[in-house]
């Protein structure tokens, strides 16, 4: 008998949280985490930290002119200041790399558009795209052009 009493002691004394409220905590932790992680792997919590520097580059490609053995990339800088393009990459409509040209150009943060020019023949007729590479290893691809 005196254990009846003791377990019915104990029930009486549950003061804890419901369990509607333990799923709710538990779903406002799992959504607090999920968060977190994406602006962690995003880059945007590295950039308010202090780091981060290489996913704030933003390059708009606005066009792309050539003749027999020039090819000019007319570029600007939309966002994340100023970029260094240090290397073009020209691949064919298959996407294999034909060429990878250095290059020295600065899109400067103010969002002037800037060509950066290629010396490179290309076979007339045929589709290509340029990738312009950044001193911090991003890459901004072109869309797919005519060689004239």
Known sequence: MEVKNGLRKL??????????????????IAV???I???????GYLATMMGGGGAGQEKVSIISITNNATTITVNAKSVGGGAVEITDAVIKDSAGTTLFTVPVTA??????????????????????????LVSKLGNTFVSTAFKAS
Not at 11 to 28: D, P, Q
Not at 36 to 42: A, F, M, V
Not at 111 to 130: D, E, F, Q, R
């Open 11 to 28: 029930r009486m004394n549950n003061k804890g949280l419901s369990v509607i409220f333990g799923v709710l905590i538990l779903i406002a």
């Open 32 to 34: 607090i985490a999920g």
């Open 36 to 42: 977190i992680i994406y602006l962690y792997t995003s």
């Open 106 to 131: 600065t899109l400067p943060a103010s969002g002037a558009t800037t060509p950066v020019t290629i010396t490179k023949a290309l076979t007339t007729g045929n589709y290509y795209t340029v990738t």
